[in-house]
């Protein structure tokens, strides 16, 4: 399996074929000797050999085929096929003198196709016209030259004579075609995108039309606004832009309906406190602090109701506010509830502990507290290990000082700059998250494109599920692990392309095609929202952009800029569960490794996306250039606080330049209307080893994405396994460096401080571990903060460990961009 950066590198366990019978939605469901039938696995070998192809004449793998013969050009071929007529004379009287690659014509064989391409291989100068008892069409001279060889209006266009509609005004041409100045309606441009148009133009429905300009301050007409030098269909941006008791919803302000919630969620900065992710139901403060919780609403279906008041409570330690601030008062337990409808939350439990100079308190991912975790001061561990409250005490010396912690099943976390004085005492909380090394979440869905406005012939969809934070924003976090699918499209031979889990993909004229149709999206553990892009679209444009490329980076590039078209879906409130990985016995990723560990995708859940609204929403997006940039991907969505990150806009461009794009995208919905808006821009290169992101936020739904200069590229990331130790150069502007190492033992995550030169780092060896065995592959990251979070003096780190808004469990909600560079395994 292929992943495309290191920080999905894992380890697992193996397991047993499933069963002939057992549900499936595409073939990759069965095992390998097996093909999915009518929802159901059924064997190879259970086909007759006489009963024909299982799924017709053509055909795209060769078990498509009956026995004896093989899948080439998109045709069963071998003695059967022989058989069924030859075409070795070109005379004949019907389609079945000429064999399953040609068809009759006037008494002669000619060559099947489905474009002009195919035709200039197999016949040279003829064109590829239809055949009214055939999808496919058959190669044939050229009907004309000129346009007087044809009937009265019709024109002469490409060796066939056309048809076209005198016009004197826009309105006898219909939505897709305007009046040309000769009188003739002519068809609009096609388009994905509003770049796909000439200036003065916007997309709309896959066609470009003409709109008022704004680019020189003109005022738009009423019910449009100006964005990016045009004026476009106006939306609503916020919720404050909506009267009183409305809610801005995809782009529009309406009163929502009064839906009584199935459940209502706390979120702390630990996840959605949910009955499957009990975990974050706990929440560590200290006397003093601040922490601002949020509410979720979810219909039967997972779905966000937007629009409803809450109403917070907190019986014990902690007060809290109507917009639920939390502050912890005195020592002791809270319980935190919040209420919708008669619809109570599951508690949150807030533990408080007095200031204590010098503790050091371990909790997990979740705010759990963490027992009998070993704690190192610069770089050699102490004696004993946390109690039942996940506290230690530490006994420190004035001055600069790292901490590292480690408990078994939790990765290893290490934290540099640490500072310590009489004056200002250090105390600190450190999460260390439960191992995900050897498990994986995720889930699997079939994609419904009954909802979806574009026309084309072949489905395109792309899905995933939300990120947890800033940091997460990568290729692997948006479109999944690699699937090498086999593809065999007549004229055009038999191909592997990397298609990403996330991608589904089929054609349906001119030839049935079914490259891909299941979902498989990694997701973080937690609850989360599973998003999903679909359309339709020129399915040989697209084969023929991304046929024989073997980089999954340069097929993604190919295919994100199509999204800009679709409509999008999403289901709220979906938990994902850790897994324990399994050996590939199946091959389900396809890349011919049995004993590969993968994720165990038949037990994740399994969900049915119906997009369905329209990216109607408009930005202009200034992209900052990438030097050395293969090519860069826009993602524009929303920062959920209870799921995380959604995707709601989605593009690339290749090249390294700077740019200004017209984007689109669909305006909050589906319960994440009021979250904070977040745009993200990443150029990468190397294969996508090297990413540079910069990332914003705003509250509403802006005009304009502006975003600063990339953060430089490292000169020097190097890892010693020998040693235990990673190096690297320094990055201007960056104001957090972080590593992540993943090896046989677990991860070990480092943070410090930024440095003026190369430094190098070296994290403790847990007993009993040998050296790198955390490190067999490593992500750095220098980060850039927010105002908020990265303060003029010199305690950030303090500030880190020092709990409130600004934990580190939660320092990626505050970053506004990173370099990325990921060193391989050796």
């Given at each position: ?18 069963s ?6 595409a ?16 064997e ?72 002009d ?34 009937p009265?209006n ?79 269909d106006?939306i ?21 309906e ?11 900065p ?11 139901c ?18 039967v279906?997972g ?72 704690v ?51 105390e ?73 889990g ?23 553990p ?15 444009g697209?084969i ?26 999403l ?7 850790g ?68 995707p709601?806009?989605?593009?690339s ?12 995208i ?58 235990n ?6 990055v201007?502007?960056?104001?957090l ?42 992500t ?17 780190m ?5 709990g ?23």
């Amino acid at each position: 399996m292929r992943i495309l950066l290191s920080s999905f590198l894992l380890a697992g366990l193996a397991a047993c074929n499933p069963s002939v019978g057992a549900p499936c939605v595409a073939d990759t469901d069965c095992a390998s000797n097996q093909f999915c039938q009518d929802g159901a696995c059924a064997e190879i070998a259970d086909t007759p050999a006489d009963a024909g192809p299982v799924r017709g004449d053509e055909c795209f793998r060769d078990f498509d085929c009956p026995a004896g013969q093989q899948c080439s050009n998109g045709f069963c071929e071998g003695e059967s096929a022989a058989d069924a007529g030859a075409g070795g004379d070109d005379e004949c009287a019907n389609d079945e003198d000429c064999g399953r690659t040609r068809g009759c014509y006037e008494g002669t064989c000619r060559s099947r196709c489905f474009n002009d391409s195919v035709c200039e291989r197999q016949d040279p100068g003829t064109i590829c016209m239809d055949d009214p008892n055939n999808r496919l069409g058959l190669c044939l001279p050229p009907e004309c030259e000129r346009a007087d060889e044809c009937p009265t209006n019709h024109d002469c266009n490409g060796g066939r004579c056309e048809e076209y509609t005198p016009c004197d005004n826009d309105g006898q041409c219909g939505a897709q075609a305007f009046c040309n100045d000769d009188g003739r309606c002519q068809d609009r441009e096609d388009c994905l995108r509003d770049a796909d148009c000439e200036d003065g133009q916007t997309c709309n429905d896959g066609f470009c039309y003409d709109v008022p300009s704004c680019a020189e301050g003109e005022n738009c007409p009423d019910g449009t606004e100006c964005v990016g030098g045009n004026c476009v269909d106006a939306i609503c941006r916020s919720n404050d832009q909506c009267a009183d008791g409305e809610v801005c919803t995809a782009g529009s302000c309406s009163r929502p309906e009064a839906i009584a919630p199935d459940k209502v969620l706390v979120v702390t900065p630990y996840g959605a406190c949910d009955s499957g992710n009990a975990g974050a139901c706990r929440l560590p403060l200290r006397v003093g602090e601040q922490v601002q919780l949020h509410a979720m609403a979810l219909d039967v279906n997972g779905v966000g109701i937007p629009g409803l008041s809450f109403a917070w409570a907190s019986q014990g330690a902690a007060n809290i506010s109507e917009a639920g601030l939390l502050t912890a008062a005195a020592a002791g337990t809270s319980l935190v509830t919040v209420t919708a409808m008669d619809v109570e939350s599951r508690p949150v439990t807030a533990t408080v502990v007095a200031a204590q100079p010098g503790r050091l308190r371990v909790v997990d991912d979740r705010g759990r507290a963490v027992a009998g975790a070993r704690v190192a001061i610069d770089g050699a561990w102490l004696e004993g290990a946390t109690g039942d409250d996940g506290s230690f005490q530490l006994a420190l010396d004035d001055g600069e000082f790292s901490v590292s912690v480690f408990a078994e099943n939790h990765d290893q976390v290490a934290v540099f700059g640490l500072q310590h004085s009489a004056a200002s005492p250090f105390e600190g909380l450190i999460a260390i998250p439960q191992t995900m090394v050897g498990r994986s979440a995720g889930y699997t869905a079939t994609v419904d494109f009954t909802g979806v406005r574009t026309q084309g012939s072949g489905d395109l969809g792309i899905s995933g599920a939300s990120l947890p934070d800033l940091l997460s924003f990568d290729l692997p976090g948006l479109v999944g692990d690699t699937f090498d699918t086999r593809v065999s499209i007549p004229g055009l031979g038999n191909q592997v392309v990397p298609i990403p889990g996330g991608i589904t993909f089929r054609a349906s004229q001119p030839i049935q095609l079914d490259v891909k149709s299941t979902v498989y999206a990694r997701g973080f553990p937690g609850v989360r929202t599973a998003w999903s892009f679909a359309g339709r679209v020129d399915a040989l444009g697209l084969i023929g952009r991304i046929q024989g490329s073997e980089d999954v980076g340069r097929v993604v590039a190919a295919i994100l800029p199509q999204v800009e078209s679709f409509d999008h879906g999403l289901i709220a409130g979906l938990n994902l569960s850790g897994m324990d990985d399994i050996i590939d016995v199946d091959d389900i990723d396809g890349d011919g490794n049995t004993t590969e560990v993968v994720a165990n995708w038949r037990r994740f859940p399994s969900r049915s996306l119906r997009p369905g609204v329209r990216q109607n929403g408009r930005t202009l997006v200034l992209v900052p250039g990438a030097e050395g940039s293969e090519f860069q991907v826009v993602v524009g969505g929303v920062l959920n606080p209870g799921t995380g990150f959604v995707p709601l806009g989605l593009t690339s461009r290749d090249g390294a330049g700077a740019q200004s794009l017209p984007f689109a995208i669909a305006p909050a919905y589906g319960g994440l209307e009021g979250a904070p808006y977040a745009f993200a821009t990443m150029a990468l290169r190397d294969q996508g080893l090297t990413t540079q992101a910069r990332v914003l936020t705003n509250s509403r739904l802006e005009v304009e994405q502006r975003f600063p200069a990339h953060l430089p590229v490292p000169t020097t990331v190097e890892r010693s396994q020998l040693n235990n130790t990673v190096t690297m150069s320094p990055v201007a502007g960056a104001h957090l460096l972080r590593f992540v190492g993943v090896g046989p033992a677990g991860r070990v995550v480092v943070y410090a401080p930024p440095a003026d030169a190369p430094v190098t780092f070296t994290p403790p060896i847990p007993v009993g571990e040998e050296a790198g065995a955390r490190l067999t592959s490593v992500t750095f990251d220098g980060i850039t903060l927010s105002p908020a979070a990265s303060p003029a003096d010199a305690g950030l780190m303090n500030r880190l460990l020092g709990g409130g808004a600004v934990v580190l469990r939660n320092v990626s909600q505050n970053a506004t961009g990173f370099v990325r560079k990921v060193i391989s395994p050796q």
